[in-house]
């Protein structure tokens, strides 16, 4: 049983976007079919110049969006309109339904004495990710920004979010310096973290992930990936992380209720939730005899 004085008893769930809570990237939902670009020739241009460059692809793509979306001078694209196209998002079976079923189940396991909260750290666009439908049970969205003027045009990216730069916040949720103008530098003892790694689960979906299931495993949590069953591509990927040890498990990316993720996530949730207890007995044990 966890004791009610025993501070470090939240779970953080944290989840990539792209690939693993929706299929396709969030922009061919939303932005390249609302301005009518093509999207296998869009990405095709942007890994050619990032390539031929040197560029970072993502600082690449959010220049060539702004480029194409103001090519008509009669175009203007606020924070809002961004919001408004993450109606077009699709996600996997079961999304929607998940964060408040993964809420009961931890509440349940843990006799209301664990909490649990959702991130997610996304290379994505966070002005449509602001928009999207599960963003209520997240307790922070991280991805990268543009910056808008006083006009409430977006005109430059002002946050950039790369396959490495994603631990940072990892690093933040550990840490309990969420907010951007936070310092994270600062050393903090382990035991003074609000959430220690050992509470995390990480759930993405392939390369791009790596450096964050990597950190993640390796400081004493738990990462998992989720594959699009409808592409044998996507399968092979998670195999790899596996068989690299990158993972605890791989599953397909159906978050209904009777599917292998969620009987593995819950396996990982008891396992976190026993060592949320038996952390809580160890500081009062101590407590007792200090």
């Keep these: 049983m966890v004791k009610k004085t025993f501070t470090r008893n939240t779970i953080a769930m944290v989840y990539d976007f792209d690939g693993t809570l929706s299929p396709q990237p969030m922009q061919e939902y939303t932005v390249l079919p609302k301005f009518g670009i093509e999207p296998e020739a869009f990405w095709a241009r942007v890994h050619k110049e990032a390539s031929e460059t040197d560029s970072d692809p993502m600082l690449v793509y959010m ?3 702004m480029e ?16 408004a196209m993450a109606a077009g998002i699709e996600y996997f079976p079961g999304v929607e339904e998940w964060f408040p079923n993964i809420n009961a189940y931890v509440k349940k396991r843990s006799g209301k004495l664990v909490n649990v ?7 994505g666009q966070k002005e449509i990710l602001e928009g999207v439908s599960i963003g209520k049970y997240f307790k922070q969205i991280y991805a990268s920004e543009y910056h808008f003027n006083q006009y409430g045009i977006a005109t430059f990216p002002k946050l ?13 949720i550990n840490k309990g310096r969420e907010a951007m103008s936070e310092s994270i530098n600062e050393h ?55 068989d690299a040890g990158r993972v605890d498990f791989i599953a397909p990316a159906d978050y209904r209720v009777s599917s ?24 009062a ?5 200090s």
């Design 188 to 242: 903090m003892p382990e035991g003074e973290r609000p959430i220690p790694f050992s509470n995390i689960i990480y759930i993405g979906d392939g390369m791009t992930d790596v450096p964050s299931m990597a950190l993640t495993t390796k400081s004493g949590g738990h990462s998992l990936a989720v594959f699009n069953p409808k592409l044998a591509k996507s399968k092979a990927t998670c195999v790899r992380l596996l």
């Design 63 to 65: 220049r060539l969006m």
């Design 285 to 289: 044990c101590k407590a007792e005899n």
């Design 160 to 172: 950039l979010i790369t396959d490495t730069s994603k631990t940072q916040f990892l690093f933040r």
């Design 260 to 283: 292998k993720l969620t009987r593995r996530v819950q396996l990982l949730l008891d396992s976190v939730i026993a060592g949320i207890a038996y952390q809580a007995e160890v500081a």
């Design 68 to 83: 194409m979306l103001y090519k008509n001078d009669d175009v203007r694209i606020t924070r809002k309109d961004f919001s």
């Design 117 to 123: 909260h959702h991130y997610i750290i996304s290379a």
